[in-house]
């Protein structure tokens, strides 16, 4: 496997942690869920998660690694 595309998997997956982490965070200092702004905090922090696993994903499959069992985004599944 080429060194770019190590690189690249560690770069994606890195994202995805940390937009999951960022989302946690959120998560610790929410007081108030009756709040409007939440929802709209909440909605965008999905989705970089959902962006950020895409591109994990997208970084796997170029490397040729694939789970289909587990791996949702495969088409066959």
């Known amino acids: 496997m080429a060194d770019k595309t190590i690189i690249a998997i560690r770069e ?8 999951v982490r960022t989302t ?21 922090l999905v989705e970089r998660e959902k962006e950020a696993a895409e591109a994990r994903l997208d970084a796997l499959e170029a490397a040729g690694i694939e789970v289909p069992s587990i791996d949702e985004s495969d088409s066959d599944s």
Do not use: I, N
């Open 24 to 44: 946690q965070r959120f998560f610790d200092r929410l007081e108030d869920t009756d709040d409007p702004s939440v929802l709209v905090e909440y909605a965008t």
């Open 12 to 19: 994606a997956s890195a994202a995805y942690a940390e937009a």
